[in-house]
C-alpha cells in the first residue's frame, strides 16, 4: 500500500510536462518577440553603421581644416585632394589603391592615416581584381565649388563663389557649406561631386548631376566646412525611389537625372555655394 506521500510525488511528477496546446502558446509567444525584437536589433544595426560613417565624414573635415591650418589657409584642390577614378572595370587599380588616399600623392594623405574613413561602411560596391572580387576603396567625394582650378567643373564662377582659401568661406557659411558628400557607388569616379547651379538645373530644370548616396535609411552622409558631419534625409519620393537608383547603374557617371522642383536638389544647391556679391 502507497503512503500519502508517494502518492503526492506521483501527481507532482505528472504534472510537469507541457501538453500540445502550452507547447503552443509558448512558440507563438516567441515567434511573436521574434518579430519585435528583429526589426529593433536590425534598425540599431543600421544607426551604428550611419554613426560610423558620420564619424568617418568628420575625420576627413578635420584632415581638410588641418592641411588649411599648414598652408597660409589654403584649401585642398577638389580635384586633387585624392587621385585616381574608380569605375566597376576589372583590375582598375584606381579600385582599390590605398596609396591614393594616405600616401604621399593624397593632399591629405599626411593627416588622414586610416584609409577605412574614406568609404561609407554602407557601400558594399566590390570589383574584380584577377578572379577574386575586393571592395572599393572610396565613397567620399568633394564639393566641386571648393578649391578647384578655373573653368574646371560644374559651379563656374562667376556668377557662383568658388572657394580657394578657408578665411573666404562666408556665403554659405561653414556651417552650411557642405566639403565631403558619401557618393552613390553608381556615380562616383573622380574625387569630385558635381552640382550644376545655373539656372538650366533649378526649379523647373531641376537635375541631379552626379548623384548621392540613399544608403542611410534614405539619407547622405556630408561633412561641413566647420568641421561637423550629419546623415541628410532626402524628401522627393523621386530621389528615394528605385528608379533614382537604376539610372546611375545603367548610365555610370553619365546623363543628368532630371526631376523637376525636387526639394532634395534645391537643398544640395542650397549647401554647395552661392551667387558672389
Partial sequence: MKTPFQLHRRTVHSNLGF?????????????????????ALSGAKLKTIQIECVNNNRQICMGWLMYADDNN????????????????NANNPDNTNL??????????????KNPAIYKCPSDRSMVLEGTVKLPRCRSISM???VC?????????????????????????????LWVFIDENPDSIN?????????AGYTGVAAAFVDGPTLLHLGGCGFGFADGHAEVHKWRD?????????????N??????????????????????SARKQ
Fill in 19 to 39: 501538453t500540445l496546446i502550452e507547447l503552443l502558446v509558448v512558440i507563438a509567444i516567441i515567434a511573436i518577440l521574434a518579430g519585435l525584437l528583429l526589426p
Fill in 73 to 88: 589657409n589654403n584649401l585642398a584642390t577638389t580635384f586633387q585632394w585624392v587621385p585616381g577614378n574608380l569605375d566597376f
Fill in 99 to 112: 596609396d591614393n588616399l594616405i600616401g604621399k600623392s593624397s593632399q591629405l594623405g599626411p593627416y588622414l
Fill in 143 to 145: 564639393n566641386q565649388a
Fill in 148 to 176: 578647384r582650378p578655373d573653368n574646371q567643373g560644374w559651379t563656374e564662377s562667376p556668377p557662383w563663389n568658388i572657394f580657394s582659401k578657408s578665411t573666404e568661406i562666408k556665403n554659405p557659411t561653414p556651417v552650411n
Fill in 190 to 198: 573622380d574625387g569630385a561631386f558635381a552640382v550644376d547651379m545655373d
Fill in 237 to 249: 519620393p523621386r530621389t528615394l525611389g528605385p528608379t533614382f537608383q537604376t539610372h546611375y547603374r
Fill in 251 to 272: 548610365d555610370y557617371a553619365g546623363n543628368d537625372f532630371m526631376m523637376p522642383n525636387n526639394q532634395d536638389v534645391a537643398w544640395i544647391q542650397s549647401h554647395t
